[in-house]
């Protein structure tokens, strides 16, 4: 069956491990947001997109889902020592990343090529594409004015109060090379635990995928469990816009007229199972399961899920 | 006395060192080439500024004379496995200056200003300026055609032969604020043991500084001893250009038509005290002595003696 899976950051990279480790490389490929990236010192950095390709490689740093294991900071500790901002914390086998990039973009390649070719480098079989060669950056309306999504998720540490998003730029952007065919190969499509707002969101906004994506079948797994993200600021945008966070407003959240009620299937925790009478009203098929996947063996374990319950759909 | 030095690597930065120790800081201004300067992994990289502030700062690695004490590799190892380029090594705390940098002149800081706040942070009292804020990178003409000086230095380890230089853009470019000031107020200038093709003749080809240098009282120290170069490529391009490389040599440059024939005095070491007639010849004075200052002490009592010869010549 082939796959294609939209994916954020820490928990999106969680359940690709999972289906990579279920499929072969030729049925999966992950498309990857890229609203979060940014300029940061002169370097291209794109966080969602290295921890999917951490995660993959077996590179992922355990404790935190994001950056690289046995990571040191001496870079970082060197700019800071200079009077340099320290609210992004740089590792230094992060930064040959980032470094890499940018040199190879100076020259023209394009992000989707540069990490089709990292993935290479360091052994990630399956097919993980950025969503667009084009910036699409996420800002982030705030009651204290507009700020670039880092300033706001790091910066910030999301304590100012969210009233919207944009994504500068998306509507002149194109969907990089494979992913639009990849979407309508895609007997399956899944839409990852990744926050709604500013994981998925962007990748739906790139013209042309929402209309692939609407002739797909599409699963989407909660990112939210009891009320709460595992990871990152979902349950609090949902506050911040007056909606109780739950795996229902997620659901909604895919359902509504503005993503286009793409929804086929979707999957939720125990802890959560009073909300899936709810779902089910939406017309939306739901399957109960543990979704919490901190170990390789549980991402395999729901990917599996995930496929099968996906075959009752198709 | 107030004095001025021209520098260019790790010789000019050893004898800038010195005379630090022995100076106050009101009393030496530093003027530093950055025809070496160059843009790599989209990061501005200043060599010989950087070598002159962490020698003066006591950070430099005492077996290169480049570069920081304590440095690791671990950006450049993790690059490498993406395929980057290895031809410039790049350590980690080195890194975080050329970051801090990058970061400030995408601000609009300029270089001389960023000089002085790294200075500030890292305890170097003496004033240090880069000779321009405008990129003046050194082209060398070679056999096998133009190329950008790092390639020529540390990619093709000065392997080509090289035909002749030039400075790109510097009919352009403007002396940094101070440079003109600190060489008109100075009693001495001093011509550090640095490259005279690639170190001394940039700082003197920048608009301005050959006239306000013809003014005063120049002393330089030769960058070769017993027909060799301590560090660096000045003997090979001696060599190249069908010059015998020595003390002579260094002096003869100095005082030709085309820089102005602005030398005061000249020192040598004790090794070449057969070309001490032939310099006076030219109407210099020359000082023979030990030039070879590898330790804090040598590079002091060096940095004395040319400050004694050059109270003889005021």
Not at 5 to 31: N, R, S
Not at 146 to 170: T, W
Not at 299 to 306: D, N, Q, S
Request: aromatic residues 8%; contains cysteine.
């Amino acid at each position: 069956m082939k796959i294609a899976a939209f994916a954020g950051g820490v928990g999106g990279a969680k359940l690709a491990h999972g289906l990579a480790q279920v499929l072969p490389p030729q049925d999966l490929t992950v498309i990857v947001n890229t609203g979060d990236d940014f300029i940061h010192f002169g370097l291209t950095i794109c966080p969602d997109l290295d921890t999917v390709c951490y995660t993959l490689a077996g590179l992922a740093d355990p404790q935190t889902g994001w950056g690289r294991i046995d990571e040191s900071y001496r870079a970082f500790e060197s700019l800071k020592t200079l009077g340099g901002p320290g609210w992004f914390r740089l590792g230094d086998l992060d930064l040959g990343t980032h470094l890499e990039r940018t040199r190879l973009q100076k020259e023209g390649v394009q992000l989707s090529t540069i990490t089709e070719q990292f993935c290479r480098h360091w052994g990630v079989r399956t097919r993980v594409l950025p969503v667009s060669n084009d910036p699409i950056p996420t800002r982030v309306y705030t009651d204290e004015g507009e700020l670039a999504f880092q300033e706001y998720f790091v910066q910030r540490k999301c304590e100012v109060k969210v009233e919207g998003f944009r994504f500068d730029g998306v509507e002149k952007s194109s969907p990089a090379p494979g992913v639009l065919e990849a979407i309508q190969e895609a007997e399956l499509l899944i839409f990852c635990p990744s926050n709604p707002w500013v994981s998925i969101d962007p990748i739906l906004a790139v013209p042309g995928i929402r209309e692939a994506v609407a002739s797909r079948r599409v699963i989407a797994v909660s990112p939210i469990i009891a009320g709460q993200t595992v990871k990152g600021p979902a349950a609090k945008m949902y506050a911040d816009f007056g909606i109780q966070p739950s795996a229902l407003a997620v659901a909604r959240h895919y359902s509504s007229k503005k993503t286009g009620g793409i929804l086929s299937g979707f999957i939720l925790d125990q802890k959560d199972h009073e909300d899936e009478k709810d779902i089910a009203a939406l017309g939306i098929r739901t399957l109960v399961t543990d979704i919490l996947i901190p170990t390789a063996i549980e991402r395999r374990r729901l990917a599996e899920e995930v496929l099968n319950f996906g075959k009752l759909l198709v």
